[in-house]
Structures are given as C-alpha cells and as structure tokens.
C-alpha cells in the first residue's frame, strides 16, 4: 500500500532564510505527487504537482520541489522564506490511473523574524 | 474556493446521535471525497464518490456512511456519533485521476 512519510513535524526558519521540507513516498510506480498549503482554520490549497517531465516543478507563492526516484523522496524548497508563509504542509501521493490521494501527516512551519 | 462549500462549518453533537454533513459543489467534477484531519494523522480518507450513487470506502470509513444522489452533493452521515469522530472533517472535488484536489474550508465536529 502507498504511503507517505513526512520526516518532521515542526519546522521553524527566520524569515529570509531558505526553507527545504522533507517527503518520503512508498508506491510501486511512479505515482502523482502533490504539496498543499493549509493555513490556521483553512482548506488545503495545491502549492505544486509532478506528473512527469522535468523533476523540479515550479508551483505558487515561490515554492518549487524535485522529484527524486532513486530516493522515493520529493521535498519541497523555496529560496527565502516570509511571515506568512508559516503553514503546515502536506505532501500527497496519488496513482496514475486512480484519483485517491494518500497524505502525510504534515510539517508545521513557523517562521521567526 | 466559491466552487465547494461545507455545511456546517462548526457543529457539536452529543454521543449516540446521527450527525450528517454536507458538501456542494458548483464546478461539476466526478469524483468527491470525505477526509479527516487530525493531529499526527494528517487526512485519511473516509469514503469517496466517483459519480451519482457510485461510491465506495476509504481507509476509516467504520462508523460512517455517505450518499450522493446529485452531482453537486455529498453527504457524510455519523449514525451514530462517538467521541472517537471529533474531529475536522474536509470534502474535496477532483475532476480526473491525477489533477489533485479542490478542497471545502472544513467542518469541525466536536462529539460530546
């Protein structure tokens, strides 16, 4: 059965500081990959997804991830964190020729200033 | 977003009592989804919909059950609430495999 792990529970960075949050897959294909944003009291919002293609995808609000077989991993980066980035993050994984997606537990980003 | 909308937004319940929660959708997408959120757990899938009266269980679908007799809705009924299902509870839409999801603000559901 997929699943995904994400390594660390709570992040805190500086504003300004580069941010790289960690997701581990477990699948018997190359699946769908996916990073959400969920703010205090929010939905979910699609920061970013790879299909195919080229392994680093470019998303919203600055964010990027790569895509990395050979370590089933797919972290999520962005160069210089700001104030309202801080969120907690879920990486996904779905199948190719299904529609369910299976979540990790997520990451709580705080940032400092 | 405009295009999914949870009701209720907050509701609390006493154990022993059906609660139903529903979910509307405005962007006629096939498949639609039930999660809760909890802590350390992230979303775990309940039930999911893959089109009017198709439907079938997740990963923690005991104790809950679901209809869709429209497109648009999808209803998450606890038949009988427990203090084991306070939690927050997400609809999410999809039009295909693999687009990801258009997720609802969410119902927090306190079972007393």
């Known amino acids: 059965a997929q699943s995904v792990t994400q390594p660390d529970i709570h992040i805190t960075v500086s504003e300004g500081a580069s941010l790289e949050l960690r997701c581990n897959y477990s699948y018997g294909a190359t699946p769908y990959l996916f990073w959400y944003v969920q703010s205090p009291g929010q939905g979910l919002q699609l920061l970013l997804k790879y299909f195919s293609g080229d392994t680093l995808v470019q998303g919203i609000k600055g964010f990027e991830a790569e895509f990395k077989r050979s370590q089933s991993s797919f972290n999520l980066r962005k160069p210089s964190v700001h104030w309202s980035d801080a969120a907690e993050y879920f990486c996904?994984?779905?199948?190719?020729?299904?529609?369910?997606?299976?979540f990790g537990a997520g990451t709580i980003l705080r940032v400092k200033s | 977003d405009a295009g999914i909308t949870q009701s209720p937004r907050h509701k609390v319940t006493e154990t022993g009592t059906p609660v139903t929660l529903r979910c509307h959708q405005t962007?006629?997408?096939?498949?639609m989804y039930w999660y809760r959120q909890d802590p350390g757990h992230g979303l775990r899938l309940i039930h999911y919909s893959y089109g009017v009266k198709d439907t079938d269980k997740g990963e923690v679908s005991d104790g809950y059950s679901v209809s869709r007799s429209k497109t648009e809705d999808f209803l998450l009924t606890l038949e009988s609430a427990t203090s084991s299902q306070t939690s927050v509870y997400f609809c999410?839409?999809?039009?295909?495999?693999?687009?990801?999801?258009?997720f609802g603000s969410g119902t927090r559901l306190t079972v007393v």
């Open positions: 999410a839409i999809s039009e295909s495999a693999g687009t990801g999801y258009t």
């Open positions: 962007e006629n997408h096939r498949y």
């Open positions: 996904a994984v779905g199948p190719r020729y299904g529609n369910k997606l299976v």
